[in-house]
């Protein structure tokens, strides 16, 4: 099959452009690299599968068809990120996926949305499941990332129900992997930066508040069973093992064998306290659950992010 893809030379969009061409398929890359970056893509550069094209998908895409599969992951997923840009990421979620839903209508093409669990805000209910609605503050300073995404999700839906457009929609909890940012502000990154810099790992609140983490590879293998699926409404993807911030702070100082000291800062406004998936609808209707352990994945992780910071490996 022929795909496009939005946010192409993102962490995620990086990972899954290389499961497509391990299957087969041929894909077009689409990324205006605010956040992305073209090393996550140079070693599939020389394929003649693969097209990567800078471009911002809030404006018109025109992308010489066919298409079998319109894949949108363009977004500012990470806090540092979406906090110095709200603007673009509220529009990304809007204009950009209703750009992208526009191709796929033309070429009669597939539909993938990659949203987030963020759509849950902060829980009442736990773990959380599809059908729950959610605990959002609509005029936060979080919620351009989260309120982009719960729009992304109704258009979606829309144009499957008023055009018949075959979506498919994965709400996506905490992932890690190679290729992240190192400095986005998000959980793994951060602490691992920290700690191969020999700098304290800053806790914020006091670290009781509970994270999920996927590794990037299960993820992307949930995300190419959806995208083939039948399956219209929501999915959850992530790992439903979870852990409090100080229990996975102390996992990445044994890991690392870092003695680092933990730095105390308040707790971000509206930071949700409990985080993990009822994949429950993911096991029944894709046949999916995570297989990497945290222990292997933070492992690649590490390596990474030694040689990207070029560290002696402890």
Excluded at 41 to 59: A, N, T, W, Y
Excluded at 177 to 193: I, K, N, T
Excluded at 234 to 248: A, D, H, R, S
């Amino acid at each position: 099959m022929r795909f496009l893809m939005s946010g192409a030379a993102g962490f995620i969009g990086s990972h899954l452009c290389d499961r497509l061409l391990n299957e087969g398929h041929t894909v077009i890359a689409v990324d205006n690299l605010i956040t992305g970056a073209t090393r996550n893509l140079e070693h599939l550069m020389k394929s003649p599968r693969f097209q990567f094209i800078q471009r911002d998908v809030c404006k018109r895409v025109d992308a010489e068809g066919p298409f079998d599969g319109v894949l949108h992951l363009a977004s500012l997923a990470s806090p540092k990120d979406y906090l110095e840009h709200p603007i673009e990421t509220l529009e990304v979620g809007s204009t950009g996926t209703r750009n992208m839903l526009e191709l796929a209508k033309r070429h009669n093409a597939r539909f993938l949305l990659t949203s987030t669990s963020e759509c849950y805000g902060d829980p009442a209910v736990h773990p959380q499941v599809e059908t729950y609605w959610g605990n959002v503050n609509p005029v936060g300073p979080r919620s351009c990332y989260d309120e982009s995404k719960r729009y992304a999700e109704a258009v979606t839906m829309a144009y499957h129900r008023v055009h018949g457009v075959r979506t498919n929609i994965a709400r996506i909890f905490n992932t890690y992997g190679p290729r992240m940012q190192l400095r986005d502000g998000r959980v793994v990154p951060a602490f691992l930066d920290q700690v191969l810099r020999g700098e304290p790992i800053t806790i914020f609140g006091d670290g009781t508040q509970t994270r999920s983490f996927c590794y990037v590879a299960d993820l992307v293998d949930g995300l190419y069973r959806l995208m083939l699926s039948d399956e219209r409404y929501p999915v959850n993807l992530g790992n439903p093992q979870e852990l409090t911030i100080m229990e996975f702070a102390e996992r990445i100082r044994r890991l690392t064998g870092s003695n680092t000291p933990f730095e105390y800062k308040p707790l971000p406004e509206d930071d949700p306290k409990k985080r993990r998936p009822d994949i429950t609808k993911a096991r029944r209707v894709l046949g999916w659950e995570p297989k990497v352990s945290l222990e292997e994945g933070l492992r690649e992780t590490v390596a990474y992010f030694q040689q990207r910071l070029q560290v002696t490996p402890v």
